[in-house]
């Protein structure tokens, strides 16, 4: 039987997120759907699942985006047909933060702050901690605990994070929210003399 996809979802997709999405990607040696960026996502889970099945590697990194849109947005409803899908295995999410407040939330196992250190508190758009345990505000957010995705890691405005997770800088904060659930998973096991390896 043929192993499942191994994805990560990412809950924005501004072109600053897909920038950094991408930049991550290619540091880690995985693969970013960048056809389902978008502000809001456009891409039908009828066209996106065949994109992911077909990457030739791991993680696949998927970004959704509501755009605002309170409730279950377009972005989401396809991020649940994506974690649905019996050929696709979603290790972990990103749960980005934005200006919304007690509209969205969700539950986060951890957050990163803007720098780069985890906490236990949820985090601003800015990746400043705020009053939350274990709880985050966000944009696109609303529907991941109704999923079934084993870890989920909170962080700032992807991309941005006050300047300190820009694209240019190889997206730092972003690249330790995809390893720490890669780790999480399992996909990243410790190598000789301390290097990181993939699996």
Not at 130 to 157: A, K
């Amino acid at each position: 039987m043929e192993r499942k996809k191994r994805v990560i979802i990412v809950t924005d997709g501004d072109e600053y997120a897909r920038k950094a999405v991408e930049s991550v990607a290619k540091q880690i040696g995985g693969r970013c759907i960048s056809a389902s960026s978008g502000n809001p996502s456009k891409i039908t889970a009828h066209e996106l699942i065949p994109m992911i099945l077909s990457a030739p590697s791991e993680p696949v990194l998927v970004m959704f985006d509501d755009s605002g849109f309170i409730g279950e947005g377009p972005g989401e409803s396809i991020m649940k047909e994506i974690v649905a899908n019996k050929q696709i295995e979603v290790i972990g999410a990103i749960a980005v933060a934005a200006k919304s407040r007690k509209l969205e939330w969700t539950h986060v196992n951890v957050c990163i702050d803007r720098d780069g250190e985890l906490t236990a508190y949820g985090v601003d758009k800015f990746g400043v901690p705020e009053f939350d345990i274990g709880i985050m505000n966000g944009d696109t957010v609303y529907s991941l605990d109704s999923m079934d995705i084993p870890f989920i890691v909170g962080i700032g405005d992807i991309g941005k994070i006050s300047l300190r997770d820009r694209a240019e800088k190889g997206a730092p904060l972003t690249r330790k929210a995809v390893e720490l659930i890669m780790e999480r998973s399992g996909m990243i096991n410790g190598g000789d003399e301390g290097k990181t390896t993939y699996s």
